[in-house]
Each structure stands twice: as C-alpha cells, then as structure tokens.
C-alpha cells in the first residue's frame, strides 16, 4: 500500500484475510447482538454459530461499529505513514457505519474521505481493492475516490434467499413484500438498487430461481472482462455448482471469489442465500 493513502473498509466487504493483508486495507468490524450479547463481526462469532442461532429463532440483530472505533483506525494509520485516507462503507440505506466513519473522520488527524459505496459484500470489496490498488501505484486521494466510486457505480449484486422472512424482521425490506412472497410460495431474487435492496423478480421454485440467477449474471457480464464474487450463508454445495457453472460461460471472467458471508449479511438473509456480484473492471 502506498505510504500516503491508507484505504479502510468495513467487515462487510468480506475480501480474503490473505488480499487485504496484501494490500495493506483495514476492515473495521461491524457488530452482530445475540441475545442481547454482541460480538465483533469475523473475530468474536463464526457463520456457524449465527446459522444455529437463527434456526433457533433467537433475538439476532446488528449495529454500526462506534464512531471512536473508526477514530482510532484513523489515527493508526496516521501514525503508519499515512497523509490521506479513504474509507469506504457499506451502502447507508442499510447501515448507519458510513455516518460513524463521516464522524470520526471530522477528528481525524489526516485528511479522510468517506465513501458510499451503496454496496455490500464482495459489490463494496472490490471498490476497496481498486482504491488500494490506485493507492499501491503512488494516486492521490482523489485518485484513489474516484477509482473506487466508478468500479462501485458499474457493480451489480444479485441474490437469492429461501424467505424474505429474515430481511422483514431486520427491516430491510417492507412487510408488505415479505407477506406476498409468502403467500404465493414464490422463491424471490433480490438486487442492490441505489444502495437498496429491492425485488428483481419472484420465481416458483428454489432450483429455478438459482438458474435465473445464473442467467442474469451472465447477462449483465456479456463479453467484457468481469470479476465475479459468488456469496452464500449454509449452502457450500450451490455457491460451488453456480460458480463451476460461471467460470464455463463467462469469457471475460477475471477473478472469481467464492465465499460465506459474515454474520452480519447472515443475520439478515438467513440460510439459504446465495449471491453473485459481477463488478467489470
């Protein structure tokens, strides 16, 4: 990572251990609550855990990491060397951890500017990775911005869930939608739509609905040259048959991640979910 621009992000954007250690980015860790008892995000509570407590229906909800966290990621990377940073967060329609950064950046003793991305998951990871990668070559802050805001602004993520029933409870989606879905036994996919998520299309069966889901990335990726991400939360064996599958079709494919979420997209989508980002380079 180049000495002046620090880039920081959020457990959210689930990048390998091994990258970001590579290129020198530092996630602040987003908080799940369990019964009232809260744990650090990809540190204090495995994926494993959060699946088990939802299938027992305990109390699961999430919260933005404190602004005091993000002051001090900011003054250690001042301390390192660093004359800038950008700090890059999950979508603000879902999450209220790119205000917490926005506060602790007005203290910070560098310059820091906080992104939007409007993304989440793998959709916010690469953005992070293309500002590390502009800072690694010796760019600006702004540089390193606006890298990262035009990879997030080209970015598709699409997912599938068993139930909209997690998302309800979270308050992600409306009631309304949660109850129609249920009512018709359809097997939703869901989109990021300017920093939301919002219905793509219902489907009748889970086996269907995963086809669809494979037919869109590959439409959204045509020729050009992608990096795919393919998430998913207790469902190994479909993120590996969807990705076997991508890597076939896509001639343009670049790197291709295929990982868990955390636990704080899983307390949130439940078991089940499986997703695809497709992120042109």
Do not use: W
Not at 44 to 71: D, G, N
Not at 219 to 226: K, L, N, Q, Y
Request: hydrophobic share 45%; glycine share 8%; aromatic share 4%.
């Amino acid at each position: 990572m180049s000495r002046h621009v620090a880039i920081v992000t959020d457990s959210t954007a689930y990048l390998p251990q091994r990258t970001m250690e590579r290129h020198g980015i530092t996630a602040v860790p987003l908080t799940v609550v369990v019964d009232g008892e809260a744990f650090e995000e990809g540190t204090e509570i495995s994926t494993r855990a959060l699946v088990q407590a939802l299938q027992k229906r305990r109390p699961v909800t999430t919260s933005r990491p404190a602004p005091e966290v993000f002051a001090e990621t900011y003054r250690q990377a001042a301390a390192s060397g660093a004359t800038g940073i950008v700090s890059l967060h999950l979508s603000a329609e879902l999450s209220g951890t790119y205000d917490a950064a926005l506060m602790a950046a007005r203290e910070a003793p560098v310059p820091v500017r906080v992104v939007d991305t409007g993304m989440i998951a793998m959709a916010l990871g690469f953005s992070a990775l293309a500002a590390a990668e502009t800072a690694e070559a010796g760019g600006t802050i702004d540089e390193a911005v606006a890298v990262a805001e035009k990879r997030a602004a080209a970015t598709s993520a699409y997912f599938y869930v068993d139930t909209l029933e997690y998302l309800r409870r979270g308050g992600r989606i409306g009631a309304a939608r949660a109850l129609l879905g249920s009512a018709l036994a359809v097997k939703p996919l869901l989109q990021l739509e300017n920093g939301r998520i919002e219905p793509l299309e219902k489907v009748r069966t889970a086996s269907k609905a995963i086809a669809r889901l494979e037919e869109i990335v590959a439409e959204r990726a045509g020729g050009a040259e992608v990096d795919i991400a393919v998430h998913h939360l207790a469902a190994p064996d479909r993120a590996s048959a969807l990705a076997d599958r991508l890597r076939t079709r896509l001639p343009g494919l670049g790197a291709l991640h295929v990982s868990e979420v955390g636990a704080v997209i899983g307390a949130h989508t439940g078991p089940g979910l499986l997703g695809a980002v497709v992120s042109p380079r």
